[in-house]
């Protein structure tokens, strides 16, 4: 009978604590269930058992277990496996892992705060006697941690009751509000019931003497006509919004029409309600499809991992919904991992429309609430087969019968990790977490990472190659506009080429949209004086402030401190301040001016930090309300809008101007994957990109569309300058307060690695921005051979480290290890 319990504490502590197990609870116990116990003074946490054993630790009195939370493991074997592959791998703790990887609804501690939601009526035979009491707790107090909970009801253990009010609904987590969840609705119109069919000529009879309203009647007609022209199963139900402006009215006009009783005005079922179980017939492939489909099963006869490179718009959907299809059918389970931003109700709609039920979405736009519900549908519905859509972090969700996993947009680098621990990356996690399922990997791409294209044609992976879009649609015509020509010509409208306007103008007077991409949120990059060059920098980092005007304050992108904008100079005293660069917001108001009858709506982390903000611009986009959408790369990814004849880059200079060994590839890849958005039905698109450097190589591989040629070049690059996938990289960011002391010790370190690793130690250097929240940091690179044991290296590499800070304890410097940075 096992006496000890190995368990996981979401923290970030570099071990796994032992615990004792008592008498009462061992029946109970096993690995991948979570148990309460005490940590520190007085604190409670929720833990996960990672192991059971007879060993007792030795020089110290082991901690009994309070109580074991669950019936069964939340998180099963092969999850814990990974998370021991995921520690070693990426260096990082079990704790770190445990605290990405579950919700937080199922990892309460003490600190946690939980409010009462209002939402839910008490039903006393619901609630057992303590129960209520924490209920009526949190009714007199509007939020309450768990431990003042405890305080206040005299429970030593009040997180197992807390557990179960959060499943009953009577009480949400405070991190939960503050996200300020609230489904998307749209507001439709419809004609009332009784006038549906006849009546008409009464009706417009009737509406004679408000010529405005029979104006938004005769709008309403026309568009239902078109609605059900196109070849919808169903006509599509009118929005409110579409309504008035094809009538050119307000919105009185519309409430007068619904107060007569003439319209109704409703909202459409939030989405995650519109389940439906009904299943779509599937398109039939076109005949590139079905060869990249064949060939992708021929190599998963003999391949794990197969690469499937399509250009934007070939149709790369259509043959994940196939393997999708084969995989449900065989009652396994499927993974479909995208980077965060393209999971928009286009791809979940089409998904539930082809598998109904069987779908689940999870990421962090959803509540937590809905996270742990996903969660424990895994858990309690091993067998049924399930299809997961998700960012990253849902590649922790317990899984127990994976068959497939699809990575869409491999070469997204959102799906790598950076801050905090675990810095992992979802591709390569994933196809480690396919492999301990015995399940196949498909990962698609219009323009393939330089790592998974090498081992595609290295043979690792296999390789399946769409070149044509789908149903022959040309690729979109790329033109360059030459800046400097344009600046000295004195053609430019501020950041915009003559050429620029003249396309967009053109583009919407063919009722079209438009499409234009800038890399940098915000007015200006920053505001310097134009007397002595001071510029406004961050107090917390070493990096300027960027204006914004909606605020009309100075932002730091990097710690979010704003500040107001100075009037003088706060160097010199002199008035003349001028803002420098631009950003999406100012290119926002310069249109407007522009072309005022245009709509016209910016795509940026400023305007999508609502929780719905994101997924309602691209509803009212789609809808046909917007005009012009100016984004960052938000609107590069993945997007399928059918009616974007236009897409223009404002800026590529700045894109290819950046100094990192990737920054070529990611140029081309954003450049290609913007332009991709235009022209993805009918007709053939167009794309403008504005340089100062027309022929520069990437600008030219865009435009002849060269991805291959492109690739050759980074290759030979890659290798002769011995960075990935050629060679391994681990960077160390060294972070301190005080820059000598930081300084000093990197430099010390640096010196001890390179006694151990020679020439492939870099650095240190401090990076583009040399502090960070009152940090300062340094990074130190250590480069190798894909021969050298990884293992051995980073063994090495820990012990030199560990060493080196045990020698100077008293002034330690922080540690940060990135594996496989990007
Ligand atoms: P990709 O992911 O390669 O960019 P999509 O899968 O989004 O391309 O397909 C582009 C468009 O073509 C979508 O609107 C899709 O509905 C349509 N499409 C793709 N394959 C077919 C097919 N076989 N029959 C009809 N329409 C298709
Ligand atoms: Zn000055
Ligand atoms: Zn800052």
Known sequence: MPQYAEVILPLALPQNYTYAIPFDLVEEIAPGKRVIVQFGKRKLYTA???????????GFQPKDIIEVEDKNPIVGPLQLKLWQWMADYYLCTMGEIMIAALPSGLKLESETVVLRNHLKKIEDSELNDNEFLIVEALTSQDALSIKEIGDITGFKNPLKLIHSLLGKRYIVLEEELKNGYRPVQKRLVRLANKYSGSGLSELFEELSRAPKQKDVLLAYFKLMGEASREDNDAPKPIVASKLLKASNSSDSSLKGLAEKGIFEIYYDQPEEDSKGGSTHDFYELNEHQQKAHSEIKQHFEDKDVCLLHGVTSSGKTEIYVRFIKEMLDQQKQVLYLVPEIALTTQLITRMRRYFGEHVLVFHSRFSDRERVETWLKLIENPETPYLVIGARSSLFLPFQNLGFVIVDEEHETSFKQFDPAPRYHARDTAILLASMSKAKVLLGSATPSIEAYTNALAGKF???????RHADLPMPEIQCVDLKRARNKKEMHGHFSHELVEEIKATLANKKQVILFQNRRGFSTMIQCQNCAHVNQCKNCDISLTYHKHIDMLRCHYCGYTRQVPSRCPACGSYEV????????????????????ANIKRMDLDT?????????????FEDGEIDILIGTQMVTKGLDFENVALVGILNADSLLNFPDFRSHERAFQLMAQVAGRAGRKNQRGKVLIQTADPYHNIIRKVMDNAYDKMYEDERYERKNFKYPPYYRMVK???????????SNSAIALGKELRGVFGERILGPEFPLVARLRNFYQMEIILKFERSVSLNKAKESLLETINIFLSKNPDKKIQVIYDVDPM
Do not use: C, W
């Open 48 to 58: 996960l058992v990672f192991s059971v054993h007879d060993n007792a630790p030795e």
């Open 462 to 468: 296999g390789l399946a190659t769409m070149s044509k």
């Open 608 to 620: 999508t930090r609502k929780k719905n903000a994101y997924l309602n611009l691209i509803t009212e």
């Open 732 to 742: 160390l960011t060294l972070k301190h307060r005080d820059r000598q002391h930081l």
């Open 578 to 597: 001028k803002a420098l660069g631009f950003g999406t917001e100012k290119l926002e108001d310069d249109l407007k001016l522009m072309i005022p009858e």
